[in-house]
């Protein structure tokens, strides 16, 4: 049982570990289209299906060489790979030719489809195995059953499914898994109360529930009460590496540098041994105190700890070499990619192709980006976003970002949200309003749920207001409204392209009762304006 839960803690601090990095890299804040011409592309949802595919692959080679090849359970359940399929029905029939279903090799499995994020599958196996009177399931296997839960059903759901585990398997490691729910959702109430039925249960025995909370701490701006924090952890335990890893991230996010060499000079008189996480810290924290020098030193004792193992790493070397304007060091960390792996994922061309672009090195981008095109499988619109960006920014005409979609539809990429939104900015800084238009409506429908970004509704409607072209303000309010984003400042701008127009604005108020937009003095004052004009169509579709 303890390797179990010590399994299960250390795989949650390697987590912890790596959001700490990400929580200390250097970020400035610059404008929307800027982000987007450095790679940036937060809001596209594109399938990565082909990349499944290719770590189930090499999911099942490691499963049948294990197994002395042939078939095995392991395969059958990681060539499934969609969701819709079932893992139930897959060790059903396993049993059913005769075969023999091992626990330690169904947890095997589980743990490589939580890798590969295939959270469902994960489940059904906890499921069945829970309904299975010859397998005596331990609380280190509840807490890996909950954390799926979570995942899959949400808050509720978990927390109904540890109110009705048996008392005595609600220990530290399922409380524990309980507590990172909480926190991944952002629950303080409910997390420091369970902190504080922990305590009084004995459970906090080691630095992982902290961790835990000093990462919530530290992702909301809560920076005061880490210390505290820390204080009660060595009451009780020993911090470790994922400790200061969070440390030198609140170190970070605060520019204390001083500080940050203080926490590691006290790691390493721990005879805690760093981790690569730990010197990509100490790199982010100098490159933002612009001490390149002290942030070199840091970054090869990183490049040191990086390795197969642990591949995250590189493409954290490559946007701090990246921060350091050190094109050799891209170039070189991505000559070990390539050398140490099969062949470089869809995530890694994304951060060398975006650190290429932000160092002016397009050509050298662009190669890139016909070498992806013509090996990655997955097709995912994210890649040639980064290119789209450059041309649309970079040019003054779009003809080249034309060229460059049509080249994208061609391979059978499917655009994006983000796509659609760059063409958007292309054509609005160009004014061609029927492409803004259809970019604008192609975009909203991309997406399930639309984020409304205002600045580029203000965009797309300044140019049909400039036009005064009231067909095109009349659609674009219904795109809106499908969208479900519809308000004052929209009728607002619907009423100042009339006045443009000349002409008058019918049933404004009927559509604004309908919209449940109230009526402020701006609005009837717009609305009046228009009145003493000339009438218009009503509009065809409200």
């Known amino acids: 049982m303890l390797s179990r839960i010590l399994h299960t803690s250390v795989a949650a601090s390697r987590r912890l570990s790596t959001r700490a990095a990400v929580a200390a890299a250097p970020a400035k804040e610059t404008p929307y289209r800027d982000r987007i011409n450095a790679g940036g592309d937060r809001l596209t949802k594109s399938s990565a299906a082909g990349d499944k595919l290719t770590k189930s692959s090499a999911a099942e080679d490691r499963f049948t060489k294990s197994n002395g090849g042939g078939d095995t359970l392991g395969r059958r359940l990681f060539a499934l790979v969609y969701a819709k399929r079932s893992a139930v029905v897959t060790i059903r029939k396993w049993k059913e030719e005769g075969h023999l279903v091992r626990k330690y090799e169904l947890n095997r499995i589980v743990?490589?489809?939580?890798?590969?994020?295939?959270?469902?599958?994960?489940?059904?196996?906890?499921?069945?195995?829970?309904?299975?009177?010859?397998?005596?399931?331990?609380?280190?296997?509840?807490?890996?059953?909950?954390?799926?839960?979570?995942?899959?059903?949400?808050?509720?759901?978990?927390?109904?499914?540890?109110?009705?585990?048996?008392?005595?398997?609600?220990?530290?490691?399922?409380?524990?898994?309980?507590?990172?729910?909480?926190?991944?959702?952002?629950?303080?109430?409910?997390?420091?109360?369970?902190?504080?039925?922990?305590?009084?249960?004995?459970?906090?025995?080691?630095?992982?529930?902290?961790?835990?909370?000093?990462?919530?701490?530290?992702?909301?701006?809560?920076?005061?009460?880490?210390?505290?924090?820390?204080?009660?952890?060595?009451?009780?335990?020993?911090?470790?590496?994922?400790?200061?890893?969070?440390?030198?991230?609140?170190?970070?996010?605060?520019?204390?540098?001083e500080t940050a060499e203080k926490v590691f000079l006290e790691l390493t008189k721990a005879k805690i041994e760093p981790d690569w996480v730990t010197y990509s810290t100490l790199a982010s924290i100098y490159i933002k105190s612009s001490n390149p020098e002290k942030a070199e030193f840091a970054l090869k004792d990183m490049e040191r700890k990086v390795s197969r193992k642990f591949r995250a790493g590189y493409s954290s070397l490559i946007s701090l070499h990246t921060n350091l304007e050190n094109k050799n060091g891209v170039r070189r960390i991505w000559k070990k990619i390539k050398s140490t792996y099969r062949k470089p994922n869809d995530s890694e061309y994304t951060c060398v192709i975006s650190s290429l672009v932000k160092l002016n090195e397009f050509e050298e981008a662009e190669k890139l980006y016909e070498e992806w095109e013509s090996i990655s499988p997955t097709k995912d619109s994210r890649v040639p976003n980064l290119l789209l960006a450059v041309y649309i920014n970079n040019n003054d005409k779009m003809e080249k970002a034309e060229a460059f979609y049509d080249r994208m539809v061609k391979k059978d990429i499917v655009p994006g949200y983000t796509t659609y939104e760059l063409l958007t900015w292309g054509y609005s800084k160009q004014k061609e309003m029927d492409k803004v238009l259809d970019c604008f409506k192609k975009m909203v429908k991309s997406v399930r749920k639309w984020d409304p970004d205002e600045e580029l509704v203000r965009e797309v409607f300044g140019i049909v207001e400039e036009f005064g072209n009231v067909d095109a303000a009349e659609k674009l309010v219904v795109t809106l409204r499908r969208a479900g984003y519809v308000n004052g400042e929209v009728y607002k701008c619907l009423l100042r392209t009339y006045v443009k127009a000349g002409k008058m604005a019918l049933i404004v108020e009927e559509r604004m009762k309908k919209d449940k937009v109230e009526m402020d003095e701006e609005i009837q004052g717009l609305v009046q304006l228009t009145s003493k004009m000339c009438v218009s169509e009503i509009p065809g579709e409200l």
């Not at 499921?127 to 899959?152: C, F, N, S």
């Not at 991944?184 to 835990?212: G, V």
Request: charged share 30%.
């Open 111 to 257: 743990r490589e489809l939580r890798k590969l994020k295939r959270y469902k599958h994960a489940l059904e196996i906890c499921e069945w195995m829970r309904t299975q009177d010859d397998m005596k399931l331990l609380p280190g296997d509840y807490a890996v059953h909950l954390d799926l839960i979570a995942k899959i059903r949400g808050l509720k759901s978990a927390e109904k499914f540890f109110e009705d585990l048996p008392e005595e398997t609600r220990d530290s490691a399922t409380c524990t898994a309980l507590l990172h729910t909480y926190v991944q959702h952002k629950q303080f109430d409910s997390a420091e109360a369970l902190m504080k039925k922990m305590s009084e249960c004995n459970f906090l025995k080691s630095p992982l529930p902290y961790n835990h909370m000093m990462s919530l701490y530290l992702s909301t701006g809560q920076l005061e009460k880490i210390p505290e924090t820390m204080k009660e952890l060595k009451k009780i335990t020993s911090p470790d590496v994922v400790t200061y890893n969070l440390l030198l991230a609140a170190c970070g996010s605060q520019n204390l540098t």
